[in-house]
């Protein structure tokens, strides 16, 4: 079946601009995550939505970052007004549940560049 | 809260076996593993939960410790396709949000 989907797989942009990253999960996965992977580091937790309960966002890293969940299904992360230091990649992934013995399986992520 | 892992790097030669651990100074629910490779996602490789439990997964195994709160995995024979990063990512509470170790980056060479 497929995967989780990322898109856009790339994206350059002006520093002071906005971007959207879109994340199609796998089907009938109720949770979802973003990560943030600076090159060469771990992955950092920003946000997970489960079901219809109110997502955790305490790993916004500030204001600039939201996002949000349509219809238990796709999420879209927006970065406003982008600096330099929000380059990076960032993942999305999915599991069944939200349980600790769920695995989470991960999209290909954007690799987001800040010019 | 970040788990631990070592060694940061190995390289091996084909064939070769490997240990990467895991300890983290919380008591775990469970642990994840994953490997990612250059310029890809991260793949689920296995899950261990409390109860000190160890997993197989054609070479690669992995065992639980619960009174250490260390996991390790194992790589026997190592094949060139085993090479790219290792992370953990530990649960404390059966809860949704893994904290990761900082990665094992493996590199095998024929």
């Known amino acids: 079946g497929a995967g989780v989907s990322q898109s856009p797989s790339n994206k350059v942009t002006e520093k002071g601009k906005d971007v959207e990253l879109r994340c199609d999960p796998i089907?009938?996965?109720?949770?979802l995550y973003w990560y943030r992977q600076s090159l060469g580091q771990g992955l950092e937790f920003l946000i997970y939505f489960q079901g219809n309960s109110a997502p955790d966002k305490s790993g916004l890293p500030s204001d600039r970052f939201s996002a949000e969940r349509t219809g238990g299904s796709v999420s879209t992360l927006t970065i406003q007004r982008t600096q330099q230091e929000d380059s990076a990649v960032y993942l999305c992934?999915?599991?069944?549940?939200?349980?600790?013995?769920?695995?989470?399986?991960f999209g290909d992520g954007t690799r987001l560049s800040i010019l | 809260q970040q788990p631990v892992q070592s060694p940061q790097a190995v390289i091996l030669r084909e064939g070769e076996d490997a240990v990467i651990n895991c300890s983290s100074s919380?008591?775990?629910?469970?642990v994840h593993w994953y490997r990612q490779k250059h310029g890809e996602a991260p793949v689920f490789l296995m899950i261990l939960l409390k109860g000190g439990e160890q997993k197989g997964h054609e070479k690669i195994s992995a065992s639980f410790n619960e009174k250490k709160q260390q996991s390790s995995l194992y790589l026997t024979a190592s094949q060139l396709s085993y090479s790219g990063t290792y992370f953990c990512?530990?649960?404390?509470?059966?809860?949704?949000?893994?904290?990761w170790g900082a990665g094992t980056k493996l590199i095998i060479k024929p």
């Open positions: 089907s009938g996965h109720t949770a």
């Open positions: 919380k008591a775990l629910y469970s």
């Open positions: 990512g530990t649960d404390m509470d059966s809860n949704y949000q893994l904290i």
């Open positions: 992934a999915s599991s069944l549940g939200g349980a600790g013995n769920q695995p989470q399986h």
